[in-house]
């Protein structure tokens, strides 16, 4: 892995094709489960997250974003867990994110690791 692949940087993690709004929120808890099986933890979490939605795509359906703050490389291993997660006929898509629009996953990223 290249020094810049091993920058931790903001990457969206899509999950497309949720028929509503209300089933995509509802994914939020298995997805959470997964990245934090353990709430009570003492901070930081391992890869900071945070969710929002995204407008509805072309078939419109909603699509759940998983906002994540850490490396390429673990990005697209989140991405592959929760592929593994969420199954079919939902389409996955990971892809850089914009640092202005995910703040407070980046703030929080920097608290935890003592950096600000």
């Known amino acids: 892995m290249s020094p810049a692949e091993a920058q931790p940087r903001v990457y969206e993690i899509r999950i497309h094709g949720c028929p509503s709004s209300e089933e995509a929120l509802a994914l ?16 930081p979490c391992e890869v900071p997250w945070s969710f929002t939605l995204a407008g509805e795509d072309a078939d419109d359906s909603t699509t759940l974003v998983l906002g994540v703050y850490t490396s390429s490389g673990q990005a697209t291993q989140v991405a592959d867990r929760v592929r593994a997660l969420v199954g079919e006929p939902r389409t996955i898509t990971v892809s850089e994110g914009d640092e202005e629009e995910w ?14």
Not at 103 to 116: D, I, P
């Open 28 to 43: 939020q808890d298995p997805i959470e489960g997964l990245l934090c099986p353990d709430p009570d933890h003492a901070p």
């Open 103 to 116: 703040e407070e996953l980046v703030a929080q990223y920097r608290f935890e690791k003592g950096l600000s």
